[in-house]
Nanobody
């Protein structure tokens, strides 16, 4: 099992940047694929980005390609989401997720979830 805790959210102006972190507990962090999802008010949870256990494979949603970058540091049991050129439509609660398997974009296929961190982008 793995427990995950997100941090780094906050209020930023459009065009600005933020870096989210997801700290994981457990000795097997490096065995898990990791992902970021987000959920805006009144909307369903949507896929943002995912990274394989080794960091060798990544996926990014079309809506964030070229602006967001997912990465991980297995030595620190931490995953990151660097968010640049933020837009008001990026406003959401961002969730970290983990699974013992390959990369998917479907929320229900991810087994472990954090409580989320709020990102607000003002126009």
């Amino acid at each position: 099992q793995v427990q995950v805790v997100e941090s780094g959210g906050g209020l930023v102006q459009a065009g600005g940047s933020l870096r989210l972190s997801c700290a994981a507990s457990g000795r097997t962090f490096s065995s898990y694929a990791m992902a970021w999802f987000r959920q805006a008010p009144g909307k369903e949870r949507e896929f943002v980005a995912a990274i394989s256990w080794s960091g060798g494979s990544t996926l990014h949603a079309d809506s964030v390609k070229g602006r967001f970058t997912i990465s991980r540091d297995n030595a620190k049991n931490t995953m990151y989401l660097q968010m640049n050129s933020l837009k008001p439509e990026d406003t959401a609660v961002y969730y970290c997720a983990a699974r013992a398997g390959g990369l998917t974009t479907i929320p229900t296929t991810w087994n472990y979830w954090g409580k989320g961190t709020l990102v607000t982008v003002s126009s």
